[in-house]
């Protein structure tokens, strides 16, 4: 003892114990001004000396309380995982034997002020010869530090289990496994009941976990029972408000101000909580859940940093919610889409007619099953564009130049057109083609569509038409020459012997009849001969005044109350026509001026020399042609539909029909000008070249 060594008059040098507390007294108003604790712990592990910092961040009342043993004070301390706390944990003898400074981490039991976390460095103290004299222990309050890296470990951690979650309940499961695991007892996760852009006033527990998980069960039974509602209890606070629920001390007195005697007081009950946090989820439209987090052992009480930690997790939770919403609609709207479109393609494939569509970049989009077979077809033929689905076709077709006719007319997407082919493969048949443009709603071309029909029995049907048709004009044509001869002979011969007046008028009755029944035979005639082959032209040179002077003289005998009116220059150089074949069109062209202007009135032919030919304008002052039917008057058998008048005029459908045969034989164009309006009539416009193949009389 130092007292003995006094005592026996011996000198002796100080003990390494004194020379601690004489450098300890020497620093010792510099340790108490450091803001960290510090512990003076001899080579024995004696606490020898403690600075003001280090008795607060111990829960020591004086200095006092800290010298001893250190194992005294560890006994205050635990590691963080709540095991004893030991010296090889603190690291004093590897220290004190071989001079490393080691680190270490702990936390202060609850009873002594806890839970609180400490970090310490140990560090040797030598004399000034080297010799081991003790250690100098630093411990610092890293709680905050600690807490804010949890936190975003936490965050973190969490962020990327909602990002790789593939369902919603996965999601709120991962996130409640690590709020138990990391951060508090209890987690609960609500969101609404329903789709989350749907007004409810129900929630449905996502997900709920306890660290005692045996308590799990029963709390779920008991809110399958009763629902947690938008407008009632904690939850229903936070979701009003916007912002997280903080209730430090979660007193009686605080339960039945917010959940009353509701489901979620039963849940605080039953799980004895002390401490809760509860955070809406917020969606783009509102709040669509919350996430509720409790404490239930006194250990923690909850305070502002678990709040705006909560409100973190729950503003990603939201974006997660959402984010699967917006993927599961997206999902369930192309699910729908593609159901659609298999009905659609379903429904396309089972048209007999056959259908192209091609995109503006002119490569198909789609071709149905109709088209393919009509075609040869073997795959899909998507990505090509026409004339590569075509290429192979050549061989299929009885004339080639219908296949260079559809390649030209469909060259330029933005035009309708139409035309025929006749194939023999895979299959005998005819079709009919039609071709549209496909434009949005501000008129800008997106693409084309070409339905192909299979017209094979409408041909056949009109071949059989055709043919009888024909075999009945041979029927009648005998008849009829001998009805029209016999007339012409008795008219002459009574009109040279004066004969009765009122048999004179029958006989031309009957010969003016049979003349319109003769050119109806004919009609039907030429109108199968038009379908069957070209038509052939016996052209020679022609007199234009006195071939439409002939067919004038010849209309003027159908009527009694219709002028006709020429304008024919005097000098009109002759061109090479087929006489009679620009005869027989001039004639129906007036034939009809007379029919459709019932109520008589003049019909002007006008004659005009061109540099291509000469234009024959014929016009009437009839009921006229509305515009949106000129074109389809020139197919065969069509007449036009309408009012009662109309209906009224007897016609075959055939005269326009023949004269555009006639006029295209010519190599000539015909058009028409009309507005449909009654008393403004129609005017039939033909341009017949001076001579097929040439331009201009040599």
Not at 319 to 326: G, R, S, Y
Request: aromatic content about 4%; some cysteine.
């Amino acid at each position: 003892m130092p007292g003995d060594r006094a005592q026996s008059g011996v000198a002796e040098q100080p003990s390494p114990f004194e020379l601690i507390q004489q450098k300890a007294a020497a620093l010792e108003a510099v340790v108490e001004s450091l803001g960290d604790g510090l512990l003076v712990v001899s080579d024995a592990g004696e606490i020898v000396e403690a600075n003001a910092a280090a008795v607060r961040l111990l829960g020591c009342r004086e200095k006092g309380d800290l010298r001893g043993p250190l194992t005294d004070v560890l006994a205050r301390l635990t590691r963080p995982n709540g095991a004893a706390f030991s010296v090889d944990d603190l690291g004093f003898w590897r220290t004190i034997r071989q001079g490393h400074v080691e680190r270490a981490t702990c936390l202060l039991r609850s009873q002594f002020g806890g839970p609180c976390s400490i970090e310490t460095v140990t560090g040797v103290v030598r004399a000034d010869d080297g010799t081991v004299l003790g250690a100098s222990i630093v411990a610092r309050d890293v709680s905050a530090q600690w807490r804010r890296e949890r936190d975003l470990l936490l965050i973190a951690s969490v962020a990327d289990g909602l990002v790789s979650a593939t369902d919603v309940p996965g999601a709120l499961g991962g996130l409640a496994d690590r709020v138990v695991q990391d951060l508090a007892d209890w987690c609960a996760i609500f969101h609404v009941d329903g789709p989350l852009d749907t007004p409810t006033e129900s929630l449905r527990l996502g997900a709920m976990r306890h660290r005692d998980g045996r308590r799990i069960p029963g709390l779920g039974d008991l809110l399958a029972r009763a629902k947690v509602r938008v407008s009632d209890g904690f939850v229903g606070a936070a979701m009003r408000a916007g912002s997280p629920l903080l209730l430090p001390d979660l007193t009686r007195e605080a339960v039945l101000r917010y959940a009353g005697q509701g489901v979620e007081a039963q849940l605080a009950s039953r799980l004895e909580l002390r401490s809760l946090v509860v955070a809406p989820l917020r969606g783009a439209d509102g709040p669509i859940g919350a996430i509720c987090i409790g404490w239930t052992d006194g250990r923690h009480r909850a305070d502002e940093q678990d709040a705006l930690l909560l409100g973190e997790l729950a503003r990603r939770t939201a974006m997660t919610l959402e984010q699967t919403h917006f993927q599961q609609s997206i999902e369930q709207n192309l699910l729908r889409l593609d159901r659609a479109l298999q009905r659609l393609e379903q429904v396309l494939d089972s048209m007999g007619a056959g259908l192209m569509v091609f995109g503006g970049d002119g490569r198909a989009a789609l071709i149905n099953a109709t088209a393919r077979g009509m075609i040869g077809l073997t795959d899909d033929g998507l990505g090509l564009s026409l004339p590569e689905l075509m290429a192979g076709s050549e061989e299929h077709l009885e004339d080639t130049r219908q296949l260079d006719d559809l390649l030209a007319q469909t060259d330029d997407p933005s035009f309708e057109a139409r035309g025929e082919l006749r194939l023999h493969a895979p299959s005998p048949i005819d079709v009919e083609w039609i071709a549209s443009p496909v434009r949005d709603d501000e008129g800008q071309l997106l693409g084309q569509v070409i339905v192909w029909l299979d017209v094979t029995h409408i041909r056949a049907a009109e071949r059989v038409k055709d043919d009888l048709a024909g075999d009945l004009s041979d029927a009648l044509r005998s008849p009829l020459q001998a009805i029209s001869t016999n007339a012409v002979s008795a008219l002459r011969r009574g009109r040279r012997t004066g004969g009765d007046g009122t048999l004179l008028h029958s006989l031309e009755v009957i010969l003016r009849n049979a003349r319109q029944v003769s050119m109806h035979v004919n009609d039907l005639v030429d109108a199968a001969r038009f379908d069957a082959t070209n038509l052939s032209l016996d052209l020679a040179d022609v007199d234009v005044r006195a071939v439409i002077e002939q067919a004038v003289d010849e209309a003027r005998a159908m009527t009694t109350v219709h002028r006709f009116r020429l304008d024919v220059p005097p000098a009109v150089p002759t061109p090479r026509w087929d006489q009679h074949r620009v005869r027989q069109a001039i004639l129906h062209i007036l034939t009809n001026a007379i029919k459709y202007s019932p109520d008589g009135g003049q019909v002007t032919i006008k004659v005009r020399a061109q540099v291509e030919g000469v234009i024959v304008s014929i016009r009437d002052r009839g009921l006229g042609i509305p515009p949106e039917e000129q074109e389809r008057v020139f197919a065969r058998f069509y007449r036009l539909s309408g009012d009662a008048v109309r209906r009224k005029i007897r016609g075959n459908g055939l005269g326009l029909y023949l004269v555009r045969g006639v006029v295209e034989a010519h190599e000539g164009t015909i058009w028409l000008d009309s507005t449909g309006l009654p008393g403004e009539g129609t005017t039939v416009n033909l341009l017949l070249p001076w001579q097929p193949g040439q331009q201009q009389p040599g």
